[in-house]
Structures are given as C-alpha cells and as structure tokens.
C-alpha cells in the first residue's frame, strides 16, 4: 500500500465523489449517477466508489453513501442484505474425486436454484416441502415479519409472506448467486456461496421504493432520477422502511447460513472423506444500511455492492466464474467509510454479454471448473467482469488479502 489511491472528483453544488477507480474503467453511465447522488442535499462528507463500480438502479452498484436524516430505498435496491457467506473445510485437493460432476449434482439437488413456473407453485427454485432447517430458521424470525405486515398490511397482499419466506429460506435464487468450492494457496477446499433475501426481500425493497416514489411527487420534490426518491427520518415510511429492511437484511443473513449447512450435508453424503468446517463462517452482506459513525457524526450508511471493511474485518470480494476470489481483513480506511468492493462488476451488460460470447469462448474461459457451459450462463461469462487483479490492486489500502480462492465446482441459480 502507498500513499492516497482514491481520486477526487469535484462535484458542482454537490459533495466531492472519492472513487478507488485506479486502473479500471468508470463508465459514463456510471459517473452520471454518482454526480446525481452527490447533490441530494443530505448526503454526509463525501460519496465513496469502489473499483467495481458499474451502473445500477438509481444509484451505482459499488457506492458507498452515507446520510444524514434521510435513506434513499433504490440505493439499497431490491435484493436486500444480498451479500456472501465462506467457510474453510478440513478437506484438501487430493481428497475430491476425479469427476467433480457429481458433486456438482448433489450441491444442485441439496439446494433449490433458479426459478421456473413463473415463481409459482412448480418452482424448482423453491421449497414446495420447506427443509426443517427452513422452517426452524424461519419460526425464529416470523413474528418481527409479522410486525413488519401488521404495520403495512398493503405490502403483502397475493401470498402469506411467513409461508413464502419459509418457502425461500435457504434456497440460492438467480442471476450472479452461486454455490462454489474452491481451493486455496494451499490446496484446503473452501465452501463460498452468493446470495440475499430472495423473493420476500424484492419485495420489500420494491413496495418502499415505490412509496418514496409517491411521496417525491406528493411533496412536489424533483429529482435528477426518480430512482433517488428517499424517505426523510422521522416519518412514518421511513420508521416502516427501518424495521422491514431490518428484518430482510436479517433473513438473508439467516438463509445464506442455512444453505451452507446444506451444502455440507450433501458433501458428507457424497464419496468424500469425513471433513468439518475448521475457519470460523464468514457472512457478510454487500447490499444493505446500517447506523455508522462516520467522520464525527452518526449516520445512516448505505453500501450498494460494498462490503464493510473496518480495520481487522473478514469479508470476501469474489471474481467471475472460473477466475478467482478473495478473502480479505480490512484495513480501515476512513475515507471509504471503512468499505471495499464486493466484487469483480461487470463491465458489461447481461444483454451485450450474449450478444458477445459464446459457448465455445465460455467453455475456454471456464476451463478446469465444473459449471454450466451453455448459452444459459453466457450473461456470467467471465468476460463480463472486470480484471478482478485490476480490482484489487486499486483498492489496496482499504483491504489486505487472507487468502486467494480458485473455484473448482461453481452452481448457478
């Protein structure tokens, strides 16, 4: 680590934009929506920019914002307490047999992903018959999502939500979730999984960005993006909102823990030596806000693909497919109000990626990991991320890394 690695970008009527962009590419698109936030009258200090960086809803995915007496529900998005579950098993690389096929198969069948029948009642991506892990997780924590409905009895109005979530407790979802094994620098197996508080928590997320929504339009407030309608402390959307992203930040945390429970039964079962989980679990969410001291001042701190890095934190910062991941310990820098990247980020979008690649270019990019290798996961192709080395060495004074991760095994939703 040398010196100052962020760059300062002065915004006009806004706060200053301080991005850790140093060697990879901050796209226009990109850099429009960071000038957006930086002139909401509440934004505290500074924005922070992570190397991953890339355009998102409203706000951009890998931004740190912190604020004072306001929350912006698009900032967080829809996958509320998204983020990353790790842990370190006994089992080494000469121990998993020659074909990881078939491990890949029993991860697959031990855990619902994707989703199919329209999210109806055929979904392979949930649980028709929840596991009791499901339904033990979720008893715990239905009666404060019960609170949650009984004080906005709109939210939920085509299901029972405590039945859906029991539903999608400890089931992996779509898009860029996974389940992966990996090895170390030293050949240990790791069990490393994505994801967040999957339907239930979308919507949450949706329903209050929607009420911010209408409350900007009722208050006559314009926005440079509708997307940054927020919600002022103090009113009673704002206290709703607090309590039910609370809750789904809590429910992804929970659920992230469930499947790697379930991807450890399904390894014992499999014709694998008897191994533990030796590294104490590391889950961390990368999509979420809290309550942060930050610069003098008690605010509400909003990490859209960021991982809180304070000094002496774990977290884990995966690549694309096939690449490879981190775990880091946090360096705790105050400037990037103790946060990093949570990721590669892509440098495309899921669209241009089919566009751009093939199968064949896929199956090359993915050598030695047992995955997909069809057009259905072009959209995660490697090539759609950003140099994960670039990523790192831009962000070197806000984490130092533990240890390096290559997927052998990689389970896509």
């Known amino acids: 680590m040398t010196g100052v690695r962020y760059q300062l970008h002065i915004t006009p009527g806004g706060v200053p934009i301080k991005s850790w962009t140093d060697g990879v590419e ?11 936030v930086a002139t909401l009258p509440f934004i505290h200090r500074h924005v922070a920019v992570m190397p991953d960086v890339h355009w998102g809803m409203g706000a951009t995915i890998g931004s740190v914002i912190a604020t004072k007496g306001a929350i912006i529900p698009a900032a967080v998005g829809v996958d509320i307490g998204c ?21 890949r198969s029993a ?18 991506g949930a649980w028709s018959d929840p596991h ?41 979802g779509t898009g860029n979730h996974f389940i992966e094994l990996c090895l170390d620098e030293t050949d240990i197996l790791w069990i490393m999984l994505h994801s967040g508080s999957r339907g239930i928590g979308n919507r949450i997320g949706t329903y209050f960005i929607n009420l911010a929504k209408e409350d900007m339009r009722k ?39 469930i499947m790697l429970q379930l991807v450890e039964d399904a390894m014992h079962r499999s014709e694998l030596p008897d191994f533990e989980i030796t590294y104490e679990v590391i889950n961390c969410h990368h999509n979420y806000v809290t309550k942060e001291h930050h610069f ?91 140099d994960i080395d670039a990523v790192m060495a831009a962000q070197d004074d806000l984490v130092e890394i533990v240890h390096t991760l290559k997927q052998v095994v990689c389970v896509k939703g």
């Open 26 to 36: 901050l796209e226009a698109e990109a850099r429009k929506q960071l000038y957006n």
């Open 83 to 103: 983020g990353m579950v790790a842990a370190r098993t006994t089992l080494t690389a000469n121990m998993l047999p020659d074909s990881l096929k078939t491990l």
């Open 107 to 124: 991860i697959e069948a031990a855990v619902p992903v994707g989703r199919t029948d329209n999210g109806g009642p055929n979904d392979r």
């Open 132 to 172: 009791t892990y499901a339904v033990s997780a979720t008893k715990a924590i239905a009666p404060a999502l019960a609170a949650v409905w009984e004080k906005n009895p709109k939210l939920f109005t085509k299901y029972d939500p405590i039945t859906r979530a029991a539903q999608h407790m400890g089931t992996l």
């Open 219 to 257: 208050w006559y407030i314009n926005l440079p993006d509708k997307n940054l309608a927020y919600m002022p402390e103090g009113t009673d959307h704002f206290d709703s909102y607090i309590q039910a992203v609370g809750w789904a930040q809590d429910y992804a945390f929970q659920s992230r823990l």
């Open 296 to 386: 003098g001042e008690n605010v509400w701190l909003t990490r859209k693909g960021a991982v809180r890095a304070r000094k002496g934190d774990m977290g884990i910062i995966p690549g694309s497919m096939g690449v490879k991941s981190f775990i880091v310990r946090g360096l705790g820098n105050p400037e990037s109000f103790d946060s990093c990247s949570h990721g590669a980020g892509r440098r495309m979008s899921r669209g241009d990626a089919k566009r751009t690649f093939t199968v064949a270019d896929h199956i090359k990019a993915t050598a030695g990991v047992e995955c997909l290798k069809d057009e259905s996961v072009l959209d995660e192709t490697p090539g759609a991320y950003k």
